[in-house]
């Protein structure tokens, strides 16, 4: 059984609560869902979805839901980081952010700042640098906002 991990950040605050609720009804019946604000939160033995909820340092995207573990038996495979940004704004109106994926096309790998972004119900290659989200990872967090640079094709989920 193999699983993937990835995170997802948001542009308004989910409780871990409001995140495990969507999940389940995104996942087929009998998937376990642990969601908690800290690992500590979580059982110690990962079920089909393990995540944590927690704050990031950009006041524009509050939120960040970092899936540690989530098993193909969820069936949100190909992509299911946009999988389950596509259903949290559906549910709560929130636009996100995820990782790339090798349908963007070539980037440069020396920048680790892309993302894909849904904002509005529509897929884009977006830039988070210069932005709070990068963190620590820089000369001290950006004052930028995240660039929209172009649309984004995604490929059919099913």
Same mark, same amino acid.
């Given at each position: ?29 009998? =998937? ?30 509050? =939120? ?5 573990? =989530? ?88």
């Amino acid at each position: 059984m193999t699983s993937t991990s990835f995170d997802i950040v948001l542009s308004k605050s989910l409780s871990p609560r409001d995140v495990a609720a969507a999940l389940k009804d995104l996942v087929p019946n009998g =998937c376990s869902v642990q969601i908690g604000h800290d690992v500590s939160d979580l059982p110690t033995e990962p079920g089909a979805i393990w995540a944590i909820v927690g704050a990031s340092d950009d006041a524009a995207w509050p =939120c960040v839901v970092n899936v540690l573990v =989530c098993r193909d038996e969820c069936r949100l495979t190909p992509f299911p980081d946009l999988r389950i940004a596509v259903h949290l704004r559906e549910l709560f109106g929130t636009d996100a952010l995820c990782e790339t994926h090798p349908f963007v096309g070539e980037l440069d790998p020396l920048d680790p700042y892309w993302s894909l972004a849904y904002i509005g119900g529509s897929w884009h290659l977006a830039s988070t640098a210069g932005t709070p989200l990068m963190g620590p990872y820089s000369d001290g967090p950006g004052q930028a906002s995240v660039r929209l640079l172009r649309p984004i094709e995604v490929p059919t989920f099913a």
